[in-house]
């Protein structure tokens, strides 16, 4: 199988805060991470996709296309933003999990519909020594 695979940048901040847990519960759960004031990361992401190679263009998709879909579903609803204040983070826990697995579902609606391309994974890397993953790995 061949992937191809681009890497993007996005600064973003979030607090780790369960609302219906205690100050006390989400400090003892979520450490530091759970300060009100929250905290900023420069997230990397690792889009996979695969598909046939066409036999035109030699690629499974147009890397500027792929560009333009990350742009489009993850880059414009998250950039520069309290991840907290955004769908669906108000309500779900924005852990590096939580962002990937929106963003796995968001990327692959995007490459879905424009392109014979699927989504094939997806690595979220929040710190150095911090990443999650989602999909087949490569």
Same mark, same amino acid.
């Given at each position: 199988?061949?992937? %191809?695979?681009?890497?993007?940048?996005? =600064?973003? +901040?979030?607090?780790? #805060?369960?609302?219906?847990?205690?100050? &006390? *519960?989400?400090?003892?759960?979520?450490?530091?991470?759970?300060?009100?004031?929250?905290?900023?990361?420069?997230?990397?992401?690792?889009?996979?996709?695969?598909?046939?190679?066409?036999?035109?263009t030699?690629?499974?998709?147009?890397?500027?296309? %792929?560009?333009?879909?990350f742009?489009? =579903?993850? +880059?414009?609803?998250? #950039?520069?933003?309290?991840?907290?204040? &955004? *769908?669906?983070?108000?309500?779900?826990v924005?852990?590096?999990?939580?962002?990937?697995?929106?963003?796995?579902?968001a990327?692959?609606?995007?490459?879905?519909?424009?392109?014979?391309?699927?989504?094939?994974?997806?690595?979220?890397?929040?710190?150095?020594?911090?990443f999650?993953?989602?999909?087949?790995?490569?």
């Amino acid at each position: 199988m061949i992937y %191809l695979t681009r890497r993007y940048n996005l =600064a973003a +901040a979030h607090v780790l #805060s369960q609302p219906a847990f205690s100050a &006390e *519960e989400n400090e003892e759960i979520f450490g530091k991470c759970a300060n009100p004031a929250g905290h900023g990361h420069d997230y990397a992401f690792e889009v996979s996709v695969t598909g046939s190679i066409d036999s035109e263009t030699g690629q499974i998709i147009a890397p500027g296309l %792929l560009d333009e879909i990350f742009e489009e =579903a993850v +880059a414009r609803r998250f #950039s520069h933003r309290l991840l907290n204040d &955004e *769908e669906p983070f108000g309500s779900l826990v924005p852990t590096a999990e939580n962002i990937a697995r929106v963003c796995h579902e968001a990327l692959a609606h995007g490459v879905e519909n424009r392109s014979a391309a699927r989504l094939a994974h997806l690595r979220v890397t929040e710190t150095p020594r911090n990443f999650v993953e989602q999909g087949e790995i490569s």
